[in-house]
């Protein structure tokens, strides 16, 4: 989807500190291009998909600039995550499926950039990410 | 009369002063609230679908650029996690 702070909109300085600085995507090619960036630069582990430039799924889901959902196995939404940043919780969401699936086991995955590492649980559940 | 449109105005300009001054304090400057109001808000919705809604199908494409897929493929009966967002 839209990138959120790009380097010709509201470029915030984290960016430049974390080497994520690209402009706003015009076409699809540049959308994926960020989108191959992100998922090589993380060693993204999870299935991902891009938002072509009509934006129709943002549409849908009206998840600009990062909301998170959790669909049920009837394909309606379960769960519906307020509009982030400020409301973009995934505690809640993990909480949620817990509360709804049981207690979901967690495997260590190492998502490592630029000689960082950092842990973070996978759950179980099949996920789809959206950029 | 001119003294009401005079109130009227000193009202409105004291109430965008402090929204504005609430937007820099929760965006972190001056010029981010500027910024949020000019890239960030025209864009931000918060959508019709609610919970219960059948999960709109919406079409994506795979990093390959060739590939497209439902959001809702390959998710046969089992509940998905859906995380919507950019790399910046």
């Known amino acids: 989807m839209r990138e959120a702070h790009p380097t010709d909109e509201w470029q915030m300085k984290s960016n430049v500190k974390d080497d994520v600085c690209y402009a706003q995507p015009k076409t699809l090619e540049q959308r994926l291009a960020i989108a191959n960036d992100f998922t090589k630069r993380f060693n993204y582990p999870l299935p991902f998909g891009v938002d072509d430039m009509s934006n129709a799924a943002n549409d849908a889901y009206a998840a600009w600039p990062e909301r998170l959902y959790v669909i049920d196995e009837s394909g309606r939404v379960a769960y519906r995550g307020g509009m982030g940043p400020f409301k973009y919780n995934p505690k809640e969401v993990r909480d949620w499926l817990a509360s709804r699936y049981g207690e979901v086991k967690h495997q260590e995955t190492k998502i490592e950039e630029k000689g960082l590492q950092k842990s973070a649980g996978k759950p179980e559940e099949k996920s789809q990410t959206s950029k | ?88």
């Open chain 2, 1 to 88: 009369m001119r003294k009401t449109l005079l109130w009227i105005a000193i009202s409105f300009s004291a109430l965008v002063f402090v929204a504005f001054i609430g937007l820099s304090l929760m965006a972190g400057s001056p010029k981010d609230a500027l910024y949020m109001v000019r890239y960030a808000l025209p864009h931000m919705h918060r959508g019709n679908l609610k919970v219960g809604d059948v999960a709109p199908d919406a079409r994506l494409v795979a990093l390959n650029g060739f590939d497209h897929f439902r959001i809702r493929e390959g998710s046969s009966g089992k509940p998905l996690v859906l995380v919507f967002g950019s790399f910046t």
